[in-house]
């Protein structure tokens, strides 16, 4: 089973509008922690967010806040005032504490395009 | 100006050639990992280094080899033995294994014919 689901393989967004990327995730840990990335055209992979499974506020950064619902096991991305810049692929990750590893498992990610 | 550098960014090959794709970072970080990334799929994870000497297998990591002979270098190799090396690889690496940011590189595409 996919310990990372994005269901939506392409989003489109109006310039200036809110847009939610969807992530649901599979543990049975009660130990983790979930992440958001970034990947541009140019391929790097940028850090945006992250969120523990014990904190109880939901994390944000700037126009990203992560919507973390423990009991639906859904973690999703928010980006607030969608910017041309914002055109890119988002992936959702996790990582989970058993094993000792610490490796996050990346979803398959969610192509966003903003349009002007 | 600290960060990843991975080089080149593009690579060509031909079937059969083991070639090596480089990985330096200047973060003084301890940990360092490799990605294999192909069109639709997410990141998934080749080798993963905790400290200098020592590195574990991550999910696929037949048909690659890596080294850490240097805090700041990672380097890997893909192999002959790899059936489909055609892929795009990210370097990253973390202040240590429990720290939840990892920082990339800029990527290499691999191509081989």
């Known amino acids: 089973a996919q310990k990372i689901t994005q269901t939506q393989p392409g989003m489109f967004v109006q310039e200036k509008e809110a847009v939610t990327l969807d992530c649901t995730y599979d543990t049975s840990d009660q130990s983790y922690g979930l992440f958001w990335y970034k990947q541009p055209s140019s391929g790097e992979m940028i850090f945006l967010i992250y969120q523990g499974s014990y904190d109880e506020q939901n994390a944000t950064e700037g126009r990203y806040s992560l919507n973390f619902q423990k009991a639906r096991k859904s973690a999703n991305l928010v980006i607030s005032a969608s910017q041309l810049g914002d055109s890119a692929m988002y992936f959702c990750?996790?990582?989970?504490?058993?094993?000792?590893?610490?490796?996050?498992?990346f979803g398959r990610g969610t192509s966003l395009i903003v349009h002007p | 100006d600290g960060g990843i550098t991975q080089s080149p960014k593009y690579l060509f090959r031909k079937e059969g050639q083991n070639v090596t794709l480089s990985c330096e970072q200047n973060?003084?970080?301890?940990?360092m990992y490799w990605y294999r990334q192909d069109p639709g799929q997410g990141l998934r994870l080749i080798y993963y280094s905790q400290i200098v000497n020592d590195f574990q297998k991550g999910d696929i990591a037949e048909g690659y080899s890596v080294s850490r002979e240097k805090k700041e270098s990672f380097p890997l190799t893909v192999t002959s033995a790899q059936k489909n090396p055609t892929a795009f690889y990210l370097c990253?690496?973390?202040?240590?294994?429990?720290?939840?940011?990892?920082?990339f590189g800029p990527g290499t595409r691999l191509t081989v014919t």
């Open positions: 990750a996790m990582r989970e504490a058993s094993g000792g590893s610490y490796i996050p498992t």
């Open positions: 990253a690496s973390s202040i240590n294994q429990r720290a939840y940011e990892q920082y």
């Open positions: 973060l003084n970080h301890d940990a």
